[in-house]
């Protein structure tokens, strides 16, 4: 029954326009850095380059797929939560909003069922998201650009990884970014067992992304003693698989603190909504 109840709710969440707006945005930008790239990627990256060029022989193609993907990747990593709320926030408000969460409780399935069924139909879709955004940005980008080695720079280092060395990095990236988009969707998903209407759970979700992204950035000492709580700190370390080798005990931090955040949403919006009376 609760796969009956899944296969239910993928299908409600593909059928809404509103969920396309995540594969059209990130379509579009993947394609307008292609074409910006392909025109004038080689002066952009030579803005990079000059500086190193004075020290050190670079060789290879530089502009390459793997260059391209990275720079996608830390352009739209910090707008796709925005874009995942907009469904995550929807999935139990929007049944009240359209009256039909008192419909489903007629059914002879737990509230329980319906909520992980939910959940986890939001997760789907992410994943989704995340293939469609490795296929326009990682596998387009190297048809385009053809493959090579990654230069990384950082304020204080340079990282230059080997093009056999790459691919599974972007892998892992995606998954550290599977979690942080869940965790994104947990907060939305958990606003929204509270909430009656679509639009709440998603502009506070939305609010609590810029603030914490604002916090983040403000490199104020009165405010350092927040990042470490801030979840979007945390959505960041995907980069960490860029660094060589790879900090395994900063990225296994960033996801426990990731998914302690996502069990302790999930938890107050089922605690509410197992008790709440359902009256649309």
Known sequence: MWLTVLRLEIYKIFARPRSYIAFGAIGVIAAIIHFAMYSDGRNYIEMFTQTLEQSFVIEGNILNGNTICFIILQMLIVHVPLLISLVTGDLMSGESDSGTLRLMMLKPVSRLSILTAK?????????????????????????IFGVGDLIVLKTEEITVLQAGDITWRFIAALGVAFVALSMVAAISFALSC???????????????????????????????????????????????????????????????????????????????????????
């Open 119 to 143: 959940f986890t139909a939001g997760q789907i879709y992410i994943l989704a998201v995340l293939l469609f955004f490795a296929f326009v940005s990682l596998i387009v980008g190297r048809l």
């Open 194 to 280: 509270f909430a009656n209407n679509s639009i709440a759970p998603i502009i506070i979700t939305m609010a609590f992304i810029i603030l914490s992204t604002i916090i983040a950035a403000l490199d104020l000492p009165s405010l350092k003693f927040m990042h470490p709580y801030l979840f979007t700190t945390h959505m960041a370390s995907w980069r960490l698989l860029f660094d060589s080798p790879v900090p395994m005990p900063d990225l296994y931090n960033s996801l426990a603190i990731l998914l302690f955040y996502i069990l302790l949403s999930f938890s107050i919006g089922a605690a509410h909504f197992l008790k709440k009376d359902i009256l649309v």
